[in-house]
């Protein structure tokens, strides 16, 4: 009783900071009271609480790097929670020391294993074709791409499965255009991303490796935006303007290639074109109160009309966020839905159809006081259908379950040590009514931490440690040529896919950039693998995936320069990754194991207003299975004649031989112009200048008697141009 | 920074670590498929050993002693050369016999260097297309290509014929196919020729992934039956 009357003594104040031009929330403001030892910083949406206030007046002020100090006079009776809400006017000031003011800030609040990045910088760095967010992410340090051939990336040595996709909150499952080269992440639509190579907060799950957070960038101005940009391979249009009290942003791209190709040769339907929206609208009913409605979606289509081939795949989805601030505390609402589906078809003779669709709900609060805590749930509805009848072989996978998660996550400071302790606990349960036996039911904890011991104010020890559950597998039949995956979700049989993250480094944050250094243990307890020659149609429940497990370690780092004329940003990482399946009595390289990997993004301001990018990539060479011998057998469908002579390969331990080692160089240079009232941006990247030879795959041409070794390369020297137009 | 390159080199060196792995290789590859029907078949059993990628391959393995037996009589395989419907040319061991359906039948191979396979595999169970009964069928149609069970089998193989333009190739673990519906099998109106084997299980798993049920672990291949039935049809679309 008296506790409870303590707590009903104290009173607090809280609210939203924002730019009084742009409205954008303003994050890292320092918030005090002054002649008084109190203060505490803004969030990341400009949100603060000063709480165990006695009643009294008060001078409260609000001071940031850039912007003009503010003080304002508060007046709290007993138990009020008073809500003040403050606009900042911006001063004169370079934008670089602001950078740095910032940087710091984030770097005390910083998680083990993440990296934030805004995209203004990535569009002038050199573009593979066309700027792309995966294709990005791919140059930071733990990551490695499949191949060029492909947007997927492996995170640590895991699978590129085991990485989520979120933007705006809508999961996408198949984010990946033409093989891969593109995602439906073009970068002039999204203002920001997170990425989290391991270990990430309690908050998300369903992912073993990785997390990739995109946002949709907002817009606050007045004026209506309009951007066409243009590259040889598709043209793409951004407007953003007011609509009613609130924001839009309509981002489409279609490529075009399909289009002027057979205005070039009319008798050449080139078979293949895709597109994306990427739309928001954002509405701010009060500075407490805000809305954001989201909605994605893409489709390709490769259609060739003489062998009927016809391949589609897509996604679909919408997030309706509802931002509040009650009293001193911040909540979100997310009411989500993501579907996506992948259509394969050869005439009446193969058909594979997979279509997955999540709906979900979820609710987070973060209660600000001395320490801050966050809690929430998290609840899904998927429902997939994996259909197949290859050459009268037919399967059906279908399964509804559900998923629901409880999270929650602490964020204090002992002394030097910042502690960020998180649990999430999954209810997984699938019912199936046709078929009782593949029912499945599982409750999993998930325990995370993530500490940081600051030795000085920028430098900082690190340790974090993570479980991680994965509810959905992927099925695909070739890594290096599947545009996309086929979803299925965990039955009966097969156990949610497993691993423990186990992270130590350091990291450095000097006045003109970064340093950072991680040690990792990535220990895969279960893991599946689709196998097509393990696969036995009249068993397929039970070859349908293989049982696993693995591990991969190493470290990864790098160093990152952003200020100056010149910027850059070098990583390495050096990793083992291996693993057993079933049948399999040792363990071997994963296919994604590729020891050293380096990379080196850089940009320098050159005179006549150019800018200068460059990309330069060093791998290990992937591992692969070699052919070690070659044998004859004989296919006999043609009757009354001899059976026809085909031949069959015996091949060495899985992923024993290597690739030659992948380099790759490019460069861009880009220029921003003004012609009158129309702004622009034009840049000329080249893709692997010296034109090197990245091996793809080998085979063995057996038309040829001796049989002759061939290789497949990766992409050759490609120049490419883009012009983008501002009115 | 010395002990940091310690550090470093000590890393990479584990990292490059190859793990060596033995694959078993075995010396010989046998094929042998036996085909049951209402008649007298050639039969044929082809012995190769298995090549380098980049070998020449010779046309097989000549000089071995091939015998097949079942229901007391045994038959002696002779050596001949024969082309496939490519023109590639290879050497098989032949012998021209009815096979009776669901009886055991054993394969004895006495190789050049002496030693000796002998493996059994069980011949599935006669069995009739009853379905369709007639002459011409209209595609596409949900009508469905329906026949007898046979004992043993572990797999249907349908092959559909049209002399003109086409063949292609079905599976059904069940003893009825949605044949007719798929009109892209039919590309021309014409006479067809259904051929619906029942495979044994031998046959089956070669032809899934060439998983050898052989246990010599020096040779390779598949011992395996099929039982095939005919009907041919006009199509018209």
């Not at chain 1, 609480?49 to 007993?78: A, D, M, P, W």
């Not at chain 1, 989500?336 to 997955?356: A, C, D, H, Q, T």
């Not at chain 1, 409880?406 to 040590?417: C, D, H, T, W, Y």
């Not at chain 2, 099998?185 to 046959?203: K, M, P, Q, T």
Request: proline fraction near 4%; charge should be positive.
């Amino acid at each position: 009783m008296i506790l409870f009357k303590i707590l009903i003594a104290f009173s607090s104040i809280s609210g939203r900071v924002i730019d009084k031009k742009t409205s954008e929330s303003l994050p890292f403001v320092f918030v005090y009271i002054k002649d008084l030892n109190k203060g505490t910083l803004t969030d990341e949406r400009g949100f603060y609480v000063i709480s165990k206030l006695k009643e009294g007046k008060y001078l409260l002020c609000f001071k940031i790097v850039g912007y003009e100090e503010k003080c304002l006079e508060v007046e709290l009776r007993e138990g009020e929670n008073k809500i003040l809400n403050v606009e900042l006017n911006q001063i004169e000031i370079e934008i670089e020391k602001i950078i740095i003011y910032s940087r710091k800030k984030e770097f005390e609040e910083e998680r083990a294993s993440a990296v934030k990045r805004e995209t203004e910088i990535l569009k002038r760095l050199p573009k593979f074709i066309e700027g792309d967010l995966l294709r990005t992410v791919s140059t930071l340090p733990g990551v490695v791409q499949v191949t060029d051939l492909s947007g997927r990336f492996s995170v640590r040595g895991g699978s590129p499965q085991e990485n989520l996709t979120l933007i705006d909150e809508i999961p996408l499952y198949n984010p990946y255009h033409l093989g891969g080269i593109f995602s439906v992440f073009d970068l002039s639509a999204l203002s920001r991303y997170e990425f989290y190579r391991g270990a990430y907060g309690a908050q998300f799950g369903n992912a073993l490796s990785s997390l990739l957070y995109a946002e949709i960038k907002p817009y606050n101005s007045e004026k209506i935006n309009l951007e066409l940009a243009l590259s040889f391979l598709s043209f793409r249009l951004l407007n953003e303007g007011k609509l009613f009290k609130g924001n839009y942003l309509v981002f489409l791209r279609r490529t075009y290639f399909d289009k002027y190709i057979s205005l070039i040769n009319r008798d050449f339907e080139f078979p293949y074109h895709f597109f994306d929206i990427l739309s928001s609208y954002q509405i701010e009913k009060s500075p407490s109160l805000r809305f954001k409605f989201s909605y994605i979606t893409s489709r390709d289509l490769f259609y060739q009309k003489k062998d009927e081939i016809l391949l589609k795949w897509g996604n679909d989805g919408f997030s309706f966020r509802t931002f509040y601030i009650h009293r001193k505390n911040f909540h979100e609402i997310n009411l989500f839905f993501s579907s996506f589906f992948s259509y394969f078809k050869i005439g009446e003779f193969i058909s594979l159809w997979n279509p997955v669709s999540i709906a979900g709900l979820k609710w987070k609060g973060e209660f600000k006081g001395s320490f801050d805590k966050t809690f929430g749930f998290e609840y899904e509805n998927l429902n997939g259908k994996f259909q197949n009848d290859i050459f009268g072989i037919k399967q059906l996978d279908k399964g509804n379950p559900h998923i629901l998660s409880f999270f929650s996550e602490l964020n204090f400071k002992v002394n030097n040590l910042r502690i960020n302790p998180g649990l999430r606990t999954n209810y997984f349960y699938l019912r199936i009514k046709e078929t009782p036996e593949r029912n499945a039911k599982s409750f999993r904890i998930e325990p995370r931490i993530n500490l940081k011991y600051f030795l000085r104010e920028n430098l900082a020890i690190k340790f974090a440690f993570g479980v991680f559950n994965q509810y959905l597998m992927a099925i695909n039949f070739s890594e290096v040529f599947d545009p996309f995956y086929y979803w299925v979700t965990i039955f009966d049989g097969y156990r949610p896919m497993n691993s423990k993250h186990y992270i130590t480094g350091i990291s450095y944050l000097p006045d003109w950039g970064k340093i950072d250094f991680e040690i990792f243990y990535k220990k895969y307890d279960y893991i599946l693998d689709y196998e097509i020659k393990n696969y036995d149609p009249l068993n397929p429940d039970k070859t349908l995936f293989l049982k696993g497990q693995g591990e991969s370690y190493g470290f990864d780092s790098f160093i990152e320069k952003t200020f100056g004329k010149l910027n850059f940003n070098l990583s390495l990482t050096v990793l083992k990754s291996h693993g057993k399946f079933e049948k399999e009595n040792k363990y071997h390289s994963m296919r994604w194991d590729k020891t050293f990997n380096f990379s080196l993004s850089l940009f320098y301001k050159l005179i006549f207003n150019l800018d200068l990018g460059l990309n330069f990539l060093y791998t290990t060479g992937s591992p692969f299975t070699d052919v070690i011998k070659r044998y004859r057998f004989f296919y006999n469908p043609y009757p009354d004649r001899y059976p026809k002579v085909i031949w069959d390969e015996i091949e060495s331990y899985p992923y024993s031989v290597r690739f030659p080692p992948y380099h790759r160089l490019d460069i861009s240079l880009s220029r921003d112009f003004k012609i009158k009232k129309i702004k622009g941006f034009y840049s000329l990247s080249i893709i692997n200048v010296y034109n090197r030879k990245n091996v793809f795959l080998y085979y063995y041409d057996y038309d040829k008697e001796p049989p002759v070794k061939r290789e497949l390369y990766q992409i050759p020297f490609v120049p490419s141009f883009e012009i983008k137009i501002i009115f | 920074m010395k002990r940091l390159k310690i550090f470093l080199l000590t890393l990479i060196f584990i990292s490059c670590k190859k793990e060596i792995e033995k694959v078993i290789i075995p010396d010989y590859i046998v094929w042998c498929v036996l085909k049951s029907s209402k008649k007298f078949e050639e039969q044929i059993v082809f012995v190769d050993r298995l090549y380098s990628p980049d070998e020449v391959p010779s046309q097989g393995v000549s000089g071995c002693s091939v015998k097949i037996k079942f229901g007391g009589k045994e038959y002696l395989f002779k050596e001949k050369i024969v082309s496939d419907i490519d023109s590639n040319e290879y050497l098989v061991y032949y012998d021209t016999f009815y096979v009776p359906s669901g009886i055991d039948c054993t394969l004895k191979i006495k190789f050049p260097d002496s030693r000796e396979l002998i493996k059994v595999t069980k011949v599935p169970t006669d069995f009739d297309i009853i379905y369709p009964i007639y002459d011409t069928i209209y595609v596409p149609s949900n009508n469905l290509l329906i026949w007898n069970k046979s004992e043993g089998a572990k797999f249907y193989v349908i092959y559909l014929e049209n002399t003109k333009d086409s063949f292609f190739t079905f599976f059904s673990p069940d003893t009825f196919f949605d044949l007719f519906r798929r009109g892209s099998a039919f590309r021309s109106e014409g006479i067809y020729e259904v051929y619906v084997r029942a495979e044994n299980e031998d046959l089956y798993y070669w032809n899934l992934n060439r998983s050898d049920r052989i246990e010599e672990e020096w040779v390779k291949g598949v011992f395996g039956a099929y039982v095939e039935r005919r009907k041919s049809f006009y199509i018209k679309k």
